[in-house]
Nanobody
Framework: QVQLTESGGGLVQAGESLRLSCAASGPSGSYAMGWFRQAPGKEREFVSAINWSSTLTYYADSVQGRFTLSRDNAKNTGYLQMNNLKPEDTAVYYC??????????????WGQGTQVTISS
């Protein structure tokens, strides 16, 4: 049974930083990790993804240059460092895993989500 647990969300002011973590338990073999977010009244959108070896990372244009995704495979944990946060980053953030980067857009497993709220 694969489980993903996000943590690190909270309420901060615009311009501040947060680091989200995603701990995976139960996966076997390698996997790509992705982060997505869903704001109230909007569809869930892609934020970032990283492959198993950390040699490939992708970011949505809206977060490029402000967010950094990394992972520690020994700990089965991914980290989304979010800097210079803006009110429009307010959303529930979800991590997800997929067998590879080609399938990260349609992940096999999802976390429960963590709320990120940015005040102006």
């Amino acid at each position: 049974q694969v489980q993903l647990t996000e943590s690190g969300g909270g309420l901060v002011q615009a311009g501040e930083s947060l680091r989200l973590s995603c701990a995976a338990s139960g996966p076997s073999g390698s996997y790509a990790m992705g982060w997505f977010r869903q704001a109230p009244g909007k569809e869930r959108e892609f934020v970032s993804a990283i492959n198993w070896s950390s040699t490939l990372t992708y970011y949505a244009d809206s977060v490029q240059g402000r967010f950094t995704l990394s992972r520690d495979n020994a700990k089965n944990t991914g980290y989304l460092q979010m800097n210079n946060l803006k009110p429009e980053d307010t959303a529930v953030y979800y991590c997800a895993i997929a067998p590879n980067m080609a399938s990260v857009g349609d992940p096999d497993y999802w976390g429960q989500g963590t709320q990120v709220t940015i005040s102006s």
